[in-house]
């Protein structure tokens, strides 16, 4: 099966509705990875799936319960 690419503005779309400028803000972060086709960049549906999946949570935010 392929991975689809998004764009900044269909991600922002899957992932509810949010902000183009917080997708920005997550790949800045590394909470996303991006994919670059010639000059722009790509978000394929996998990383939103684990977005998604994790609660939006970057994996460095994770704490152990004490």
Not at 32 to 57: F, N, P, Q
Request: net charge positive; hydrophobic share 35%; no cysteine.
């Amino acid at each position: 099966m392929e991975d689809s690419l998004l764009s900044v503005t269909e991600a922002a779309k899957r992932l509810g509705g949010i902000s183009k400028w917080t997708v920005h803000a997550w790949l800045s972060q590394g909470k996303l990875r991006r994919t670059k086709v010639g000059g722009r960049t790509m978000i394929r549906e996998s990383e939103l799936t684990k977005v998604i999946e994790d609660g939006g949570k970057s994996p460095s935010q994770h704490r152990a319960k004490v």
